[in-house]
Each structure stands twice: as C-alpha cells, then as structure tokens.
C-alpha cells in the first residue's frame, strides 16, 4: 500500500511559477513510475506527465511540453511537477499517481491512462488568474 500526500499549489497570476510536491510512503518509489494529472470543472482527468522509476524518462502531454518538468527524488520518495509560464488554461486540481513498475510502458496510451494508475494523491488546487 502506498500513500501519497500532495503540497504546494494555489493562486498564482499567468506567467508565474508553481512547483507541486508530492510525498509517498509505505513502499519503495524507485520501484514505481509516477505521474500527474488535472481536471479542470466539468471536464475528464487529463494526463500531464509522467516518470520512470529512476527518473531517467519522462513524457509529457502535449499542453505540458515546454513548461511543465516532472522530476523526482527516490532517496526522500518525493515526486515534483515543476510548472512555468502559467496560464488560466492551466486551472485545475492537480493530482499525483503512481503504479508499481519503473519502466514507462511503450504506449502512449497506457501511460496517459489513469486507469493504468493504483495510488492517487488527495488532489491539490492550481487557480492561475488571468
């Protein structure tokens, strides 16, 4: 069983920068890929990023490339979604997820699916103001 807790987020204005944290506990990270995805009111979960076990890989949603880097800290379990140039299109609650398994499956697909995803974080807000 894994447990993750998210910090960071909040009001920003467009332009600015976030950093979103997100901390597991109950296992080993490396030994999970881990990612994050938002949902904006009224629309379905949407991928933004992901990344291997080591770290060594990530892929990124096209509205991501660019901006967004994920990264991630196995000696302390902590994931982070580094995000720049702010806009309202990036409002939403942002959450992390991890599965067990370091290797990014080869499918697109599968790795923005969140149905591919077992521990979910409680979610954290972004409002970027225009």
């Known amino acids: 069983q894994v447990q993750l807790v998210q910090s960071g987020g909040g009001l920003v204005q467009a332009g600015d920068s976030l950093r979103l944290s997100c901390r597991a506990s109950g296992s080993t990270l490396s030994n999970y890929r881990a990612a994050w995805f938002r949902q904006a009111p009224g629309k379905e979960r949407e991928f933004v990023a992901v990344i291997s076990g080591s770290g060594a890989a990530t892929f990124y949603a096209d509205s991501a490339k660019g901006r967004f880097t994920i990264s991630r800290d196995n000696a302390n379990n902590l994931v982070y979604l580094n995000m720049n140039m702010l806009n309202a299109d990036d409002t939403a609650v942002y959450y992390c997820?991890?599965?067990?398994?370091?290797?990014?499956?080869?499918?697109?697909?599968?790795?923005?699916?969140?149905?591919?995803?077992?521990?979910w974080g409680q979610g954290t807000q972004v409002t970027v103001s225009s």
């Open positions: 997820a991890v599965v067990l398994g370091g290797v990014l499956p080869p499918s697109s697909r599968s790795r923005s699916n969140p149905n591919s995803y077992t521990y």
